[in-house]
């Protein structure tokens, strides 16, 4: 059964996420804005068949009121500066009494992610696992409580895996290395497990909950409980013949150092079931195979 079309906005809808949730909504029908920082992001969301509205996360008050009637919101935008909390809370004082004002309630799917689990190990986390996130995350615990609580909205939450699509996301700095010959570099071990979602399956996922979500429900997302990253990165050198170059073990420390302490969630050995989500809203994915996906892809993209 199609679902009725709504007026959703989508934070972060020119973000590698974003791009994606925003392509599947318009797919399935729906009246797309998204919150367009430049000229170019409002021109990519054009191209994409979604409108814009001028303006940024970091300052709700410039476009909040000038808001039009929505019947959702997505909230894909990801900021990791060090300040991502502070900004994360303000746009929510801005926004949940906006959206508390319009008739129906408008629906707000509000993304966490895995790593607010801290490690699993040979335990796989589902939505009922206790969060234990890293220290940099841990502002997203009580905000994403604030949603699914608000009675100004009609929050759901989707926890999205580790996210690839080809050898972009989560995958880039691998393939990077393979192309430019150099060892890859795995933060942590060969053995540490990442769960793991394609960017196209999330959105499925994201579009699935809007639709048909409960409120003050989490859909856990992965389309691969865990996956050891060793294989990963030596499925790059491998694909990039690169096999030679061999792999390089940093320490968490030395990631957090080098991109931003949100960085040593790449240490983490992770599971995550998304069976919520397959069951309750009959998500299926496409992409299960990460391995052969890596190796049949082209060399130089």
Not at 98 to 118: D, E, I, S
Not at 175 to 204: F, K
Not at 252 to 276: F, H, I, P, T, V
Request: some cysteine.
């Amino acid at each position: 059964m199609t679902a009725p079309q709504r007026r959703i906005l989508v934070l972060g809808g020119t973000g590698s996420i974003g791009a994606a949730v925003v392509a599947e909504l318009v797919r399935r029908g729906h009246q797309v804005t998204g919150l367009a920082r430049s000229e170019a992001s409002a021109q990519r969301l054009s191209a994409m068949g979604a409108r814009s509205i001028a303006g940024d996360i970091a300052a709700p008050a410039g476009w909040v009121e000038r808001l039009p009637p929505v019947d959702a919101v997505v909230h894909a935008a990801a900021d990791f500066a060090s300040d991502m909390g502070a900004v994360e809370t303000r746009l929510l004082d801005a926004l949940l009494p906006a959206l508390g004002g319009m008739q129906p309630k408008p629906r707000f799917v509000y993304t966490g992610g895995c790593w607010l689990y801290g490690g699993t190990g040979d335990r796989v986390a589902d939505e009922a696992t206790p969060f234990d996130p890293l220290p940099e995350f841990a502002w997203m615990v009580p905000n994403l409580d604030r949603v699914l609580a608000s009675d100004d909205v009609d929050g759901v939450v989707v926890h999205p895996a580790m996210v690839y699509a080809g050898q972009d996301g989560v995958f880039r700095r691998f393939a990077g290395d393979a192309r430019a010959g150099r060892p890859i570099r795995v933060v942590g071990g060969p053995a540490v497990r990442w769960p793991l979602v394609h960017r196209d399956d999330l959105a499925q996922l994201y579009a699935s909950a809007l639709e048909r979500g409960a409120r003050g429900e989490s859909y856990c997302g992965a389309s691969v409980d865990g996956i050891a990253v060793g294989k990963i990165a030596a499925a790059f050198a491998r694909r990039h013949g690169r096999a030679e170059a061999g792999l390089r073990f940093i320490g968490a420390g030395d990631a957090a150092r080098e991109l931003g302490e949100w960085a040593r969630g790449l240490a983490l050995d992770q599971q995550m079931s998304s069976a919520k989500a397959r069951r309750v809203l009959g998500w299926r994915t496409l992409h299960c195979d990460p391995l052969a996906e890596i190796l049949s892809a082209p060399a130089q993209d």
